[in-house]
């Protein structure tokens, strides 16, 4: 018995529903290792930007002046950004209608969306006013590249809908972000894959290719029979019944208008190279925009070119007489004091020495920690203190933040190599501060080391070694283990500096 089209499961949902699944895995497993829970397996962790091929084409412009990319950006993204151009100059946009998981998304809610309007669904916005608002995703598009190339920072993050779809699960996701997604997630009710028509930057870029790629959807005049089956099926509302080759922009090449979907006429609307060429079926579209795709990455690995966690390279000065150094201010939490001698001219025995450590690896983000016991109220030992000794011993300008200290060590070692020159010096010399004899660099036995932060929980410090008990004792009864210490501690007037330094004690 022959299945109507109707009827048939297709190979394109299958894909969509694989590639969504794996990006929410990827998450929740991220967020499984930052909470530290114990998993049976190990896993590489990896950032939503990790993930998105648009980061491979914002960061374009500071790659190619100053060989670097901007911040959050991983080389995984420049990755997909090369694989999706690959694709597109093959077959069209197949990112957008097949991969994207936010397009998937609003196609789900469509579904409700055509239950609840039946043949009105997605014929709503006036012809007039749809063609005007297409026109705002290369307005978009112009905007996120021209501000990213200017602040060298992911400036979409704040307003990503994709982004926000997803950091949902760990809870760091910006307002911007959060609203965009309800207004396209209520307007995907009545209209097709409203993000995708009318402001996403990725798609708009992506589109411009349609006119170049080599398969397009074609239509046979002589077997048509003009029942515009293939104008209702699109989900991008292009009239495909009265066009002989389908350039269009907004094209996601989902092949729903194709005679493998919804033309009732064998060979009729297809996917060709030319008009007499042999036409590719929707289902090997499909099996090659994936094997592309995973051959790509796969490729990439054998290379060591797919990396999903930051290089480590900060940004490069713009201006100025250190122009086209490594930035101090750049040196994040996340560094190693490897990772920040492998970027800056100083050997890693003597930021060791500095900040007396026996371990390259240490990550900087664990100093504060480390020193919050030992030193004033209001001040602190931590990145900021590597940033500018980093800054003193080469001479790179770099202003610290108010109430950043530098440990008498490092003060020692400046001395030693005769890095005084900085009129800053006599003064950081003053107020240096020393840890106590025999305080212990590494955490204590049974103990992870773990950096308190506004989101760390109890049960993060429970998983980390802390005991429960002394836990309580800091922080007074816990009825859920599972509250960020911070907000713990100010529902109970607890000044939250003072409870980090007590944890940090036990």
């Known amino acids: 018995m022959k299945i109507s089209k109707k009827h048939r499961i297709r190979l394109r949902s299958l894909v969509q529903l694989a590639f969504f699944v794996w990006v929410l895995l990827i998450v929740l497993v991220t967020e499984a290792v930052e909470r530290g829970w114990n998993l049976p397996f190990e896993v590489k962790t990896a950032s939503l930007h990790a993930l998105c091929p648009f980061g491979g084409i914002v960061t374009l412009y500071n790659l190619v002046k100053t060989g670097v990319l901007i911040k959050k950006i991983h080389d995984s993204a420049v990755v997909l950004a090369t694989l999706g151009v690959a694709l597109a100059i093959l077959f069209g946009p197949v990112i957008c209608g097949w991969i994207c998981p936010l397009g998937t998304f609003q ?296 109430g950043t200290l530098l440990p008498t060590s490092a003060i020692e070692v400046l001395e030693q190599q005769q890095k005084t020159s900085d009129p800053r010096f006599a003064d950081l010399k003053a107020s240096a501060v020393a840890l106590p004899e025999g305080l212990e660099v590494a955490p204590s036995v049974g103990t992870t080391s773990v950096s308190i932060t506004g989101k760390t929980t109890v049960q993060d410090l429970i998983n980390a070694g802390y005991s429960f008990s002394d836990l309580e004792k800091i922080l007074g009864k816990v009825d859920n283990k599972l509250t960020a210490v911070k907000t713990l501690a100010e529902s109970k007037g607890l000044d939250f500096s003072a409870v980090k330094a007590e944890i940090a004690a036990l």
């Open 107 to 402: 196609e789900w809610i469509g579904r409700l969306g055509r239950k609840l309007f039946k043949r009105k669904y997605n014929t709503f916005v006036p012809a007039k006013i749809d063609r005007i608002l297409r026109l705002l995703r290369y307005v978009v598009l112009v905007w996120v590249l021209v501000m990213t190339a200017l602040s060298a920072t992911l400036v979409f993050q704040a307003y990503d809908p994709y982004y926000a779809l997803f950091s949902v699960i760990h809870g760091e996701v910006a307002i911007g972000g959060l609203v965009i997604l309800i207004i396209i997630m209520l307007l995907a009710l009545v209209v097709e894959r409203p993000f995708c028509k009318y402001a996403c930057p990725y798609g708009a870029f992506l589109g411009l290719f349609n006119r170049i790629r080599i398969f397009k959807i074609r239509r046979v005049e002589s077997t048509c029979i003009s029942c515009s089956a293939c104008n209702r099926a699109c989900p991008m509302n292009i009239d495909v019944a009265h066009k002989k080759t389908v350039k269009d922009a907004q094209c996601i090449s989902c092949m729903e208008c194709t005679s493998d979907a919804s033309c009732p006429v064998e060979k009729t609307v297809v996917f060709s190279p030319n008009a007499k060429g042999r036409h590719l079926s929707e289902n090997k579209v499909g099996l090659l925009t994936v094997a592309i795709l995973i051959g790509g990455i796969l490729l990439s690995v054998a290379f060591g070119l797919w990396k999903t966690s930051s290089s480590k390279q900060p940004a490069l000065i713009k201006s100025g007489s250190f122009a086209g150094m490594p930035n101090p201010a750049d040196i994040r939490g996340s560094y190693t004091y490897q990772d920040v001698t492998n970027a800056f001219a100083v050997p890693v025995e003597v930021l060791l020495a500095a900040f007396q450590s026996q371990n390259g690896a240490q990550r900087l983000g664990d100093l504060e920690e480390l020193w919050l016991a030992n030193i004033p109220a209001g001040t602190e030992v931590g990145t900021d203190s590597v940033r500018l000794f980093v800054a003193l011993y080469t001479g790179i300008d770099f202003e610290a933040e108010e």
